[in-house]
């Protein structure tokens, strides 16, 4: 791919004029430019403005260098003069005030057909905390975009060359837990029913013993108190009889996600309970009593307002260690168990605001991670009759739409009469859910759609595996002379003088796959990457559409072209977290 060798280049460019690139706001670029000096260039929209773009003279005109210049049409010009003629470009153009338009060569794309796509150098270690489902409710839709982001994010800084360690944490102990508890105490025997069932049938049960424990501690004041008695005996390890009943639930609760993140494709490093937590936090915030924090009527609490934020408790009256408090514990064990550069945890949007407090007094506590740990804000998922709630227990859990999407796609998509096998059909339906939560930005709301999740109209992961599964049939095919497709080697590519429209076209959406997958993780937008993959599907169908591949003169070529072309969505649907089809 090109643009790393343009990046480069131009930046030398920028410093051989005198210009100091770390004095410079590149934000500004374009709503495509990456982050401040990473990189200096854009995608134009239309190809007739080149295949990359830059508007750096003109962030470079408010900056002194070795001359005086007097325009950015000037800077323009004097960095093309020393750019030169490197041998993949066509030209470079000056366009408007000053901005400069980059033209690859139609042998340079062609090259790409031979070339590997290679993996970045980012020499980091992140650590990486997504999903986060407790124990003793279910594993519901807004889990599942959850663990869509966070797997792609950790796939997308693996590709970039970082190590990721991948983490989950969730409640297994505190007030959610006690709630359960005596909500199964009161359903006898359908926990006796539910001993006897599946994970799912233990899941189920365990969401409903919830929605009436937390029902009734609103409600009745005696309930309240008996709720927050067996809270207390599970902070103090106290009562035997409860601490058994409690790790049994528990244990349903994580042989059921441990099934289900099989079933979806993940694998975590390791999970995190809060029970492993609670007193380590509990401890390390006693410590900094006096320093970080301060008593006030019993509790313990953090005086956010003398940092902009505002103030939150730590440990309860009671001396309980709250969720505040166990992120302290959390930080503490992370930081033995994974030495990070940067830890990355991913929540609903709605935590902001917990998080500015918490990540305030951590820095306090631990100076040394200062900047290091980040919060990554998601919007709800909704539903049509409103938003879920596990309290109130009308929640759609991520099994029963896994089912949902595959019904749907078991009454469209029949295939010379013959249904899709339960296998494919649940590769295709999970591509459909993952891709849809995915293309949307990390803080929209959305609201799951079904039909359209399964659409191949050319906006779904349905139809991104529609033209990949349309690729791979054509390469199945495939025998040129006594050569089949696989062993081709593309070494005597023929019409690379006189490319057909569609043609440029696709190979231009091939090199900007590096840029785009960069662009993606600098920003934490997987959508990026699922509105580039779209774009590549209706280009390589548009061509695909419009030329014979096997039955031309250019059949090397366009053979080559289909190749590189699903390469290119297998592997941009692998760093999503979804698995391609190679029919349907």
Known sequence: MYYERLSKELKRVILDLGFLDSDIAFRDLSSKSIERSDTLLYIPE????????????????????????????????????????????????????????????????????????EIGTLNKRILLEYADPNTHKEFHIGHLRALAIGESVARLFEFSGAEVFRLNYGSDIGPTVGKCLWGIIQLQNEYNRAKQGSLSEKSQFLGK???????????????????????????????????????????????????????????????????????????????????????????????????????????????????????????NLYQDIFQFDEAIILSD????????????????????????????????????????????GNIVSAESLIELVKKELKANFVKDNTPLTDQLLEKIAIAAIKFTYLKYSLTSDIKFNIKESVTLQGDSGVYVLYSFARANSVLGKAVLGDRKSENLK?????????????????????????????????????????????????????????????????????????????????????????EVVERM
């Not at 002194?64 to 800077?75: E, F, H, R, V």
């Not at 690379?496 to 785009?516: G, Y």
Request: glycine share 8%; with cysteine; hydrophobic share 35%.
């Open 46 to 117: 239309n190809s007739k403005f080149g295949d990359y773009s830059t508007n750096i003279a003109l962030q470079l005109a408010k900056q002194n260098g070795k001359k005086t210049y007097q325009s950015p049409k000037d800077i323009a010009n004097e960095i093309i003069q020393q750019f030169g003629h490197p041998k993949y470009l066509e030209r470079i153009e000056v366009a408007g005030p000053g901005f400069l338009n980059f033209f690859l060569k139609d042998e340079s794309l062609v090259e790409l057909i031979t070339k590997d796509i």
């Open 209 to 331: 013993a919830y929605a009436l424990g937390h029902s009734k501690y609103e409600d009745s004041p005696e309930s309240k108190v008996q709720i927050d008695e067996i809270t207390k005996k599970l902070y103090n390890r106290e009562d035997l009889e409860l601490l058994a009943l409690w790790e049994e639930t528990r244990q349903w609760s994580l042989a059921y996600f441990d099934a289900l993140y099989s079933r979806l494709g993940v694998e975590f490093d390791r999970r995190v309970n809060e029970s492993e937590i609670d007193q380590i936090g509990k401890e390390e915030v006693l410590k900094n009593l006096g320093l970080v924090f301060e008593k006030n009527d019993g509790a313990v609490i953090f005086k956010g307002e003398k940092y902009g934020f505002h103030t939150r408790v730590f440990l309860t009256s009671q001396g309980n260690p709250t969720y505040e408090a166990k992120e302290v514990g959390l930080i």
């Open 349 to 392: 949007i709605q935590q902001k605001g917990f998080f500015d407090v918490v990540n305030c007094a951590i820095e306090l506590i631990y100076p040394h991670l200062l900047g290091k740990k980040k919060y990554l804000g998601f919007g709800f998922v909704s539903l049509t009759t409103g938003r879920m709630s596990s309290r109130q």
């Open 490 to 578: 593309y070494d005597h590519l023929q019409g690379t003088d006189n490319l057909e429209v569609e043609e440029r076209e696709l190979l231009r959406n091939i090199e900007h796959f590096s840029f785009i997958t960069d662009y993606a993780r600098r920003n934490f937008q997987p959508a990026e990457l699922c509105t580039y993959l779209l774009t590549l599907s209706k280009s390589f169908n548009l061509f695909y559409e419009r030329y014979p591949v096997l039955a031309s003169n250019k059949a090397h070529l366009r053979l080559g072209i289909v190749k590189k072309s699903a390469e290119v969505i297998k592997l941009g649907m692998q760093l999503l977290g979804i």
